[in-house]
């Protein structure tokens, strides 16, 4: 029986497991749109392809598994870009298929032209364009194999618009198999050694190919062996944060203690991170490219290991595929650092209690400590970036795999379309949105696509009325010459309202428990605008302290 291209692709997407994809519609891929038509995939449609890319990109980051987008050419693909790049450093596994123009138009810079080839081939591990109809289906399983293998990440297929409409009989698809890399047994051996022979081991969790079977089995090994355990930027669902071997999130602001003591460790075992910029503390807390510290690297892509800090031991495997390997270790009976691991603990649980106070009539930390007592271990929490999302990963206490969706590369405007995406994929579950007010406003369109699917997140929107990362570094290197940052800003409460949500505006804090209280009876999406001091720029320092330093 002869199919279309468009026919094609999506019985491969169903082949390959595929429940829902995210969309903004174009002509140029409409057979696609109309064999999707006929399926129980589920359409997402969203109101700009970057927020559309960016829901892609939170699928692939909760299940491990490629998500799926599809945008138009040109205008439309560029807007994905933004995306696209998030899934490329943080090693999210995504699709993005996008409508070219019909092969007897290329080259000539036909209408919304692009040679994606060359225009993002530094954003994907992948750009392919299917000029034959009858290499859909081995497209389709290169790309998903390529996604999701090594280190993961984003895939760029092209779609000319004739070769959508084109028939043709092809065998049915099959769905892609995943190609694993085990440690050997040698390693492990090698790797335990080590170990047992250190004197201030240090553990840090970072990266993606992790699943909630491997978690558990780390937590259960560092139980045994009480080995402190760090988790990379962004990374923090990797460890349950009051696990009395957690000693604090690696990333930006670090806790000056856990610095301290990662620089002192005579053996760091980086396991499936990359210790890039953000984690490293700009590269500070190991010499590059031969660490003092005795450095365990186990990450799934050989070119990654030795490429920035040459290993004692490089193990190419998955962080699942090496967390397996550890039950054949033995655990010593009283390990000489145990009481340094609960020391660390303590410090991290000190580090990550909230202010009470700051200037003006909202306080986060009140606001913090209320989330933390009335909110489920599993609820979602997701932000995009700027000084508001400090609140989020200094004090929350993560406790479950699963429970964050955040950029490890700092782009702007995740926070929303994550939600929503973490909303559709696990109905069940509480979904809680962090964003600053200019955060919000990069994809806050999509606030509608919630209202739409009838995905009952709740947004607390932290509005300091300017861009507060930009600031406080404006303030530090050139003091009291504001340019550039303020923003004037919509009446948040309303705007939900106006899109068929629920929305509530917090201007002190004693008036946040009610607010949070009725979003989330409301059964709607709802914004929490939270008026916040632009002077409490950090939980610890403000503007004016910033600028009287300088």
């Known amino acids: 029986m002869k199919k279309t291209g468009g ?35 589920e359409t997402v449609v969203c109101r700009q392809e970057g927020g559309a890319a960016m829901m892609a990109d939170c699928w692939g980051r909760l299940t491990g598994e490629p998500g799926i987008c599809m945008v138009t050419r040109g205008p439309g693909a560029t807007n994905a870009s933004a995306g696209l790049h998030i899934a490329k450093q943080d090693s999210v596994p995504m699709i993005l298929f996008i409508g070219q123009v019909q092969r ?36 389709i399983s290169r790309a998903f194999a390529i996604a999701t293998s090594g280190r993961p990440g984003p895939v760029v297929l092209t779609l000319p618009e004739d070769v959508l409409v084109e028939e043709v009989e092809v065998p049915e698809a099959r769905p892609y198999m995943p190609v694993e890399a085990h440690p050997g047994p040698n390693q492990i051996k090698a790797f335990g050694e080590m170990l047992a022979s250190a004197k201030r081991p240090m553990v840090i969790l970072g990266g993606t190919r992790w699943d909630e079977a491997s978690v558990k089995s780390f937590e259960d090994f560092a139980t045994q062996w009480k080995l402190p355990v760090g988790c990379s930027f962004r990374r923090q669902m990797l460890f349950d944060h009051l696990h009395p071997a957690y000693a604090g999130d690696v990333g930006i602001g670090i806790n000056p203690a856990l610095a301290k003591e990662i620089k002192k460790a005579d053996l760091i075992v980086l396991l499936g991170g990359r210790f890039s910029e953000m984690p490293s503390s700009s590269y500070t807390l190991m010499d590059i490219p031969c660490p003092k510290q005795t450095l365990v690297h186990v990450y799934p892509d050989p070119s990654e ?132 007010d200019g955060c919000f406003m990069m994809h806050g369109q999509e606030f509608i696509t919630a209202v739409r699917y009838n995905l009952p997140i709740i947004v607390l929107l932290i509005n300091n009325g300017t861009y507060g990362t930009i600031r406080m570094h404006q303030e530090r290197e050139y003091p009291g010459r504001v340019s550039a940052t303020d923003l004037v800003n919509p009446d948040f409460k309303a705007f939900a309202v106006a899109y068929g949500g629920h929305g509530e505006l917090v201007e002190k804090t004693e008036e946040f428990e009610a607010a949070f209280e009725r979003a989330r009876a409301s059964g709607k999406p709802s914004i929490i605008e939270i008026k916040l001091d632009a002077e409490a720029i950090t939980p610890t320092r403000t503007l004016t302290q910033i600028r009287g330093q300088i």
Not at 24 to 40: F, I, K, N, R
């Open 7 to 41: 026919q094609l692709i999506v019985d491969s997407l169903k082949a390959n497991g595929v429940k829902r994809v995210a969309c903004v519609p174009g002509e140029s891929y409409l057979a696609v749109l109309d064999a999707l038509y006929d399926t129980q995939i």
């Open 104 to 139: 007897d138009a290329r080259e000539r810079e036909a209408f919304q032209e692009v040679e994606y080839r060359r225009a993002f081939t530094e954003f994907a591990k992948w750009v392919g364009e299917i000029d034959d109809v009858a290499r859909i289906p081995e497209f």
């Open 305 to 436: 290991l030795g490429r920035v800090y040459r290993p004692d031991l490089a193990i190419c495997a998955s962080p699942k595929d090496f967390v397996a390997g550890l039950a054949t270790l033995e655990a010593p009976i009283s390990p000489v650092w145990a009481a340094r691991t609960e020391e660390m603990h303590a410090r991290y649980l000190n580090w990550s209690t909230p202010p009470m106070t700051g200037p003006g009539s909202v306080h986060m930390g009140p606001i913090m400590q209320w989330i933390e007592a009335n909110t489920e271990k599993d609820a979602i929490f997701t932000n995009g970036a700027g000084n508001y999302a400090t609140w989020l990963h200094r004090f929350h206490r993560f406790q479950g795999f699963n429970t964050q969706a955040a950029p490890t590369s700092g782009s702007m405007g995740y926070g929303l379309p994550a939600a929503v995406a973490a909303k559709a994929l696990f109905p069940e579950r509480e979904v809680i949105c962090f964003a600053g």
